[in-house]
Nanobody, 127 residues
C-alpha cells in the first residue's frame, strides 16, 4: 500500500494550494481519509477528515472555513483545498487512511487509529 501526497510548495499568506493524495495497492472506498500536518518542532496534528461515503467531514478549528477536504473514489484520490493560507499553516502535510468504521469525529482526530500514511508534502506560507 502506498499513499502519495503532492501539491505542496511555497505560497504567500492569503494564497491557496491544493494538495492531492493518490493511493496504490488500496481502494479508498473502504476507508475514511484524512489529512494531518506537522510543523517544525511540533507534534503532528489533525487537519481534516472525510467519511468513507464522502458525506461527512471534520475539521480542526484552526482550518475550519478555510480548508476543504474532498474525495474521488473513482480516481482513488483525496484532496485538500487550502485557502486564505497563513504562515502558521506551514508544515509537512500527510494523508492517511483509516479502515471504514462507525464515524466518530473525535476518533477521526486520533492519528493512532489510522492504518496507512503517505510520505508527506511540504507547505510553506510566507508572510
Amino acid at each position: 500500500v502506498q499513499l502519495q501526497a503532492s501539491g505542496g510548495g511555497l505560497v504567500q499568506a492569503g494564497g491557496s494550494l491544493r494538495l492531492s493524495c493518490a493511493g496504490s495497492g488500496i481502494s479508498f472506498s473502504g476507508y475514511h481519509m484524512a489529512w494531518f500536518r506537522q510543523a517544525p518542532g511540533k507534534e503532528r496534528e489533525f487537519v481534516a477528515a472525510v467519511i468513507w461515503s464522502g458525506d461527512r467531514t471534520a475539521y480542526a478549528k484552526s482550518v475550519k472555513g478555510r480548508f476543504i477536504i474532498s474525495r474521488d473514489d473513482a480516481k482513488n484520490m483525496v484532496a485538500l483545498q487550502m485557502n486564505s493560507l497563513k504562515p502558521e499553516d506551514t508544515a509537512v502535510y500527510y494523508c492517511a487512511a483509516r479502515q471504514m468504521s462507525v464515524w466518530n469525529e473525535n476518533r477521526m482526530k486520533n492519528q493512532n487509529l489510522y492504518n496507512y500514511w503517505g510520505q508527506g508534502t511540504l507547505v510553506t506560507v510566507s508572510s
